[in-house]
């Protein structure tokens, strides 16, 4: 049962535009939120991350998004530089050590 | 810090060899976490450790599999015996909180 979702397996953008990718999730009891980048043949790397009790976390070229109510968050990358293709991971835990993954997205940045 | 290391990059075995994989922590983190990748079904969590006492191994698909913590720098996750759809990927993570992990950058096992 996925309980973390990633509808939009890639995504691809041309370079110096908005990159937005979303993710949806089924457990209320999650509270937090994080997003991990993976190139490949590398482990993922951690990117941002996102409490319940906010909305918004920026973080340089990097801002993510949660609506509670909708139970959605979404990563926006802006401006899109080519170093961001990568495939991206959404995760949600309850705050305990479980991360649950989404299917990832894989993002393309074109010159 | 290195990060987490894991052996080996890459690993092909024939079907029902033992293989074994192995994983070193961050230095301070106290848990640590086996992931497998597959196509089918992404990163899922096999076992997790913390202050090397496994906690929840329900991730563990079958008794062919198995992990040892026998301290905090060291871990291993053994197969045995092989088959062809073990193969994935294979990433050990560890953490020092609950949130973020970090990754090792994975085992690549082909069962052939």
């Known amino acids: 049962d996925q309980q973390v979702k990633q509808n939009s397996p890639s995504l691809s953008v041309q370079e110096g535009r908005i990159s937005i990718l979303n993710c949806d999730y089924t457990?209320?009891?999650?509270?937090?939120f994080l997003w991990y980048k993976k190139y490949p043949a590398e482990g993922p790397t951690f990117l941002i991350s996102?409490?319940?009790?906010?909305d918004k976390n920026e973080d340089g070229r990097f801002t993510v998004f949660l609506n509670k109510s909708a139970k959605h968050l979404s990563l926006h990358i802006v401006p899109s530089q080519p170093g961001d293709s990568a495939v991206y991971f959404c995760?949600?835990?309850?705050?305990?050590?479980?991360?649950?993954f989404g299917a990832g997205t894989t993002v393309t940045v074109r010159a | 810090d290195a990060g987490v290391i894991q052996s080996p990059r890459h690993e092909v075995t024939e079907m029902g060899q033992e293989v074994t994989l192995r994983c070193k922590p961050i230095?301070?983190?106290?848990?640590l976490f086996w992931y497998r990748q597959t196509m089918m079904r992404g990163l899922e969590l096999l076992i997790y450790?913390?202050?090397?006492?496994?906690?929840?191994d329900s991730g563990m698909p079958e008794d062919r599999f198995s992990a040892k913590m026998p301290n905090a720098s060291f871990s291993t996750l053994k197969i045995q015996p092989s088959e062809p759809r073990d193969s994935a990927v294979y990433f050990c993570?560890?953490?020092?909180?609950?949130?973020?992990?970090?990754f090792g950058q994975g085992t690549r096992l082909t069962v052939v």
């Open positions: 457990n209320s009891m999650f509270d937090y």
């Open positions: 993570a560890s953490s020092y909180s609950v949130g973020e992990a970090f």
């Open positions: 996102i409490s319940s009790i906010k």
């Open positions: 230095s301070g983190h106290n848990s």
């Open positions: 995760a949600a835990s309850a705050r305990d050590y479980k991360l649950s």
């Open positions: 450790f913390n202050n090397n006492v496994p906690i929840d």
